[in-house]
C-alpha cells in the first residue's frame, strides 16, 4: 500500500508511507494441471491430470468431467470419480474427425470441507 506516492502533499519524509503485507492463503479447490486453460492437443488419446494441492492427509474423492459444451451437458459428457492424496490421471479418448472440436473439463471435490 502506497500513500502520497505521487508526493503532492510535502512531507519531512516519505519514507513512512508504504507497508507491504505477505501472506500463504492456500487454495482451497482442485488444481488441473494437463491440458493447460486453452491449450491445443493434437492427440486423440491424453490424459487429464488434476491434483489437490498442499499436503493432504486424508484421502479426498475428486470429481472430474469432461465435455464438448460448456453447460456439461451433451451426450458426449464423460465423469470420473477418484480418490487420492495427490494427483489424479485420467487416459481420456477424444472424438474422431474434425481437428476443430472445443473440450470442457472441470474437477471439484465430491465432498468439500466446511471453511
Known amino acids: 500500500i ?3 506516492d505521487d508526493r503532492k502533499v510535502s ?3 516519505f519514507a513512512n508511507n508504504s507497508v507491504s503485507y505477505t501472506a500463504f492463503i492456500p ?4 488444481v488441473n494441471l494437463y491440458p493447460i486453460d486453452f491449450g491445443i492437443v493434437k492427440e486423440k488419446e ?3 491430470l488434476t491434483q489437490i494441492p498442499g499436503r493432504v492427509g486424508d484421502n479426498r474423492t475428486i470429481i472430474i468431467q469432461l465435455d ?3 453447460q456439461f451437458n ?7 470419480r477418484a480418490t487420492t492424496t495427490g494427483v489424479v490421471e485420467w487416459p481420456v479418448t477424444l472424438l474422431t474427425g474434425a481437428d476443430s472440436t472445443t473440450y470442457f473439463w472441470r474437477t471439484k471435490y465430491q465432498d468439500p470441507l466446511p471453511g
Open 11 to 13: 512531507e519531512m519524509t
Open 27 to 30: 487454495l482451497s479447490g482442485t
Open 2 to 4: 502506497l500513500i502520497n
Open 46 to 48: 491424453l490424459k487429464l
Open 74 to 80: 451433451s451426450v458426449f459428457r464423460k465423469e470420473l
Open 68 to 70: 464438448t459444451t460448456a
